[in-house]
T-cell receptor, first 116, second 112 residues
Framework: DSGVTQTPKHLITATGQRVTLRCSPR?????VYWYQQSLDQGLQFLIQ???????AKGNILERFSAQQFPDLHSELNLSSLELGDSALYFC???????????????FGPGTRLTVL | GQSLEQPSEVTAVEGAIVQINCTYQ??????LSWYQQHDGGAPTFLSY????GLEETGRFSSFLSRSDSYGYLLLQELQMKDSASYFC?????????????FGSGTQLTVLP
């Protein structure tokens, strides 16, 4: 158990819908990262927040957005869902978040999203 | 862009030693990380090389050579529980932070 929690564990929805995935980082970690993992694919970095502020952005679609709240939990919002959005979505956390920080990211158990 | 190449599959027997290679075409990265992921599970951090050379953590070792654009993960005394996917990842500058870019992963199967 990494200490990172994600809810829900599974989510089934229809095309065109909007969903929200939630992540709570490890105690003491200020950074939250979101990743997408499609079937048999590697992890694709989406976005990073550090202490409430966006710090880095990867290949995140415009239909997707995220935020980090004052209590440091984060939410990933996925809208106008398409079949291709079906994937595992992982959240990770780390203590720091700047360029000077040596990476050790701790991953949550993931949310499996199925779009029908 | 950046690309990392890993073998898609590796098979070895229990007790053996296996090396999983990672070649990359990128520059200006901070370091090379390795993560393990069991089927459907969360990736877990194994090792990080900021500098060239070998890093050893128990049965696992990781190596980086920036001049050769190459790294590897070495797993010794293989156990059945080591059957998993292994991902290399480079740490790149992104915004005011760093971004991990992962390879496609290597599926390791350990046979009895």
């Amino acid at each position: 158990d990494s200490g990172v929690t994600q809810t829900p564990k599974h989510l089934i929805t229809a095309t065109g819908q909007r969903v929200t995935l939630r992540c709570s980082p490890r105690s003491g970690d200020l950074s939250v990262y979101w990743y997408q993992q499609s079937l048999d694919q590697g992890l694709q970095f989406l976005i990073q927040y550090y202490n409430g502020e966006e710090r880095a952005k990867g290949n995140i679609l415009e239909r997707f957005s995220a935020q980090q709240f004052p209590d440091l939990h984060s939410e990933l919002n996925l809208s106008s869902l398409e079949l291709g959005d079906s994937a595992l979505y992982f959240c990770a956390s780390s203590v720091g978040g700047g360029r000077a920080y040596t990476d050790t990211q701790y991953f949550g158990p993931g949310t499996r999203l199925t779009v029908l | 862009g950046q690309s990392l190449e890993q073998p898609s599959e590796v098979t070895a027997v229990e007790g053996a030693i296996v090396q999983i290679n990672c070649t990359y075409q990128t520059s200006g990265f901070y370091g090379l990380s390795w993560y393990q992921q069991h089927d459907g599970g969360a990736p877990t951090f194994l090792s990080y090389n900021a500098l060239d050379g070998l890093e050893e953590t128990g049965r696992f070792s990781s190596f980086l050579s920036r001049s050769d654009s190459y790294g590897y993960l070495l797993l010794q005394e293989l156990q059945m529980k080591d059957s998993a996917s292994y991902f290399c990842a480079v740490s790149l500058p992104s915004g005011s932070a760093r971004q991990l870019t992962f390879g496609s992963g290597t599926q390791l199967t350990v046979l009895p």
